[in-house]
Nanobody
Framework: QVQVVESGGGLAQPGGSLTLSCVVS??????????MYWARQAPGKRREMVAY???????WYTDSVKDRFNISRDNPKKTSYLQLSGLKPEDTAVYSC??????WGQGTQVTVSS
């Protein structure tokens, strides 16, 4: 069974920063061989993919977060990180991470407000 747990959300001021973590545990999977994805869902909106990082460390970002967010991974720790900077009120959402195609975490709330 695979468990995916996000943390690091909270309240930030516009222009501020947060670092989200996603820790994966369990058996029968290879963290280092899997792509890691971060998505977000704002109230009343569909979930949107924000960023992903492949097993070979290729990265992709949606246009609205390019140059502000940074995704990374630490394979020995089975952890993915999403560094959020230059935060805007429209970044307010529940941020979730996904291991490979199937395993989602419960998410962590990010609220950007003055």
């Amino acid at each position: 069974q695979v468990q995916v747990v996000e943390s690091g959300g909270g309240l930030a001021q516009p222009g501020g920063s947060l670092t989200l973590s996603c820790v994966v545990s369990g058996n029968r999977f290879s963290f280092s061989a899997a792509s890691m994805y971060w998505a977000r869902q704002a109230p009343g909106k569909r979930r949107e993919m924000v960023a992903y990082i492949t097993d070979s460390y290729d990265k992709w970002y949606t246009d609205s977060v390019k140059d502000r967010f940074n995704i990374s991974r630490d394979n020995p720790k089975k952890t993915s990180y999403l560094q959020l900077s230059g935060l805007k009120p429209e970044d307010t959402a529940v941020y979730s991470c996904r291991l490979g195609p199937d395993h989602w975490g419960q998410g962590t709330q990010v609220t950007v407000s003055s």
